[in-house]
């Protein structure tokens, strides 16, 4: 599809989440992953409009967010890196030595400037789905949540995570996150400031309100 088709199209989501649209995005992102990211995506949209309609978040741009946040994550390293750097993007001293993460920085980027879907939500929440970020909007923490709990998900305490997502974005996040950190640090991985950042402020905010109770 021509790269203008392509803008006219990802702009759709402006006036609601189309069939035609939709499906565009799930033809794009079918030939760039593989069956199983693929059913992850699309069950991560499912996750996020479900989500989105509990917590009064923007159901169609959780949508759209839940079915691209994965677009880049097959992308070589370093056509990813490229993606980056073209577009001005400077990495940090720990996010140069994650790849794994660069798929949600890469990927925010491609949907912009390939599909041409310019709503600062939207991409936010594309970018920050694998490391969070203080202060996160709640459609970010939405498709972050969504991501820990699409169907076909089956690590270790994932029922744990599903049950919390139906309490409170915030319970889910602070367990998701708890998960993401620990799992980092017994592998002898850097953690990103973003995920550091996203943990303090929910264990002081979840200390805040205990007090308060």
Same mark, same amino acid.
């Given at each position: 599809?021509?790269?203008?088709?392509?803008?006219?199209?990802?702009?759709?989501?402006?006036?609601?989440?189309?069939?035609?649209?939709?499906?565009?995005?799930?033809?794009?992102?079918?030939?760039?992953?593989?069956?199983?990211?693929?059913?992850?995506?699309?069950?991560?949209?499912?996750?996020? &409009?479900?989500?989105?309609?509990?917590?009064?978040?923007?159901?169609?741009?959780?949508?759209?967010?839940?079915?691209?946040?994965?677009?880049?994550?097959?992308?070589?390293?370093?056509?990813?890196?490229?993606?980056?750097?073209?577009?001005?993007?400077?990495?940090?001293?720990?996010?140069?030595?994650?790849?794994?993460?660069?798929?949600?920085?890469?990927?925010?980027?491609?949907? &912009?400037?390939?599909?041409?879907?310019? /709503?600062?939500?939207?991409?936010?929440?594309?970018?920050?789905?694998?490391?969070?970020?203080?202060?996160?909007?709640?459609?970010?923490?939405?498709?972050?949540?969504? /991501?820990?709990?699409?169907?076909?998900?089956?690590?270790?305490?994932?029922?744990?995570?599903? &049950?919390?997502?139906?309490?409170?974005?915030?319970?889910?996040?602070?367990?998701?996150?708890?998960?993401?950190?620990?799992?980092?640090?017994?592998?002898?991985?850097?953690?990103?400031?973003?995920?550091?950042?996203?943990?303090?402020?929910?264990?002081?905010?979840?200390?805040?309100?205990?007090?308060?109770?």
């Amino acid at each position: 599809v021509p790269k203008g088709i392509a803008v006219y199209l990802g702009q759709f989501f402006i006036y609601g989440v189309t069939a035609l649209n939709l499906e565009y995005y799930k033809g794009i992102i079918k030939e760039r992953m593989g069956e199983k990211r693929y059913i992850h995506s699309v069950n991560v949209a499912k996750a996020a &409009k479900h989500l989105a309609e509990k917590y009064s978040a923007d159901v169609e741009k959780a949508v759209v967010a839940g079915i691209l946040h994965d677009v880049t994550k097959e992308t070589p390293y370093d056509v990813q890196l490229k993606i980056i750097q073209e577009n001005g993007i400077i990495l940090d001293s720990v996010q140069q030595f994650s790849p794994k993460t660069w798929h949600a920085i890469s990927g925010s980027v491609y949907v &912009k400037t390939q599909l041409g879907i310019t /709503d600062a939500e939207i991409l936010n929440a594309i970018r920050y789905h694998t490391s969070g970020r203080e202060n996160m909007s709640l459609l970010e923490k939405v498709i972050f949540v969504a /991501d820990f709990i699409g169907e076909e998900r089956d690590y270790k305490g994932v029922d744990v995570m599903r &049950k919390k997502a139906e309490n409170s974005l915030e319970e889910a996040m602070l367990y998701g996150v708890t998960f993401s950190i620990t799992d980092l640090a017994t592998r002898q991985c850097a953690i990103d400031q973003n995920t550091l950042a996203l943990y303090n402020q929910l264990i002081i905010n979840n200390n805040i309100n205990n007090i308060k109770e």
